[in-house]
């Protein structure tokens, strides 16, 4: 097979129920919206869209990394089984912080959102804006060092799954692929535990070095020898 390619078209039972799981994560981002009552209720919903639309993106990114492992590795020993439930996990047990992480973002950067008496009343200090980037920070490491040890469970399954050189090059590439995410993610929380109180905030925008790295990689990589992996 080629790079790219899928090993069939249907939907195995992992898919189908981790599928569910991801809409429902999404329905759990948009139920936590109340239905407004007034003009000034609908109006502070619509300040709130670019955090519910940057919470929106993310889980469809883990969605798209999810579906692209499973349609390239047909693969469901216990291992991946486990991997999998905790990565589905994460998904859950993440969406309501970063919601809440994205809302005072939103209005700390470009003025969206709650006010800032709001923000106040919230409890949100510089120290627990530091820890707020922390427990992000946790939970996007955890999620792709998941999808780290997925691609590994493929690499090293790869005579059982008959995989051919072609997908041994992409399960390893997988696997550098989300320890570069991992390395971001680390970077960042390493920048709240040591900047100054008044910088903090610049922490999160490590973050932003996600897209240059990646190209960066997908570049160098399609210019390595072939034998690598």
Not at 126 to 135: D, H, I
Not at 178 to 194: F, N, P, Q, R, Y
Request: net charge positive.
């Amino acid at each position: 097979m080629s790079a790219g390619e899928t090993r069939g078209e249907g939907t195995s039972r992992i898919e189908a129920f981790s599928d569910g799981v991801f809409a429902f994560a999404l329905t759990l981002l948009v139920v936590s919206l109340e239905v407004p009552r007034s003009y000034d209720d609908l109006r502070e919903t619509m300040l709130g869209f670019p955090a519910f639309g940057a919470c929106f993106a993310i889980l469809i990114w883990i969605w798209v990394e999810h579906y692209r492992f499973f349609r390239r590795y047909r693969i469901a020993d216990g291992v991946t089984i486990l991997l999998n439930s905790l990565l589905l996990f994460l998904v859950l047990f993440y969406v309501y912080p970063l919601k809440f992480m994205f809302t005072f973002l939103s209005k700390a950067i470009f003025g969206f959102g709650p006010t800032r008496d709001q923000l106040a009343l919230a409890g949100m200090t510089v120290q627990r804006s530091a820890e707020l980037l922390l427990v992000y920070g946790l939970g996007f490491v955890a999620v792709f060092a998941v999808f780290a040890l997925l691609y590994w469970r493929a690499y090293a399954a790869a005579e059982a799954l008959d995989l051919s050189a072609v997908e041994r090059r992409e399960a390893f590439l997988g696997i550098r692929t989300h320890l570069l995410s991992v390395a971001v993610g680390l970077t960042s929380m390493t920048l709240v535990l040591t900047l100054p109180s008044r910088w903090v905030g610049m922490a999160g925008f490590a973050y932003a070095s996600l897209g240059p790295l990646h190209g960066w990689h997908g570049w160098w990589s399609r210019r390595e020898p072939r034998g690598v992996a």
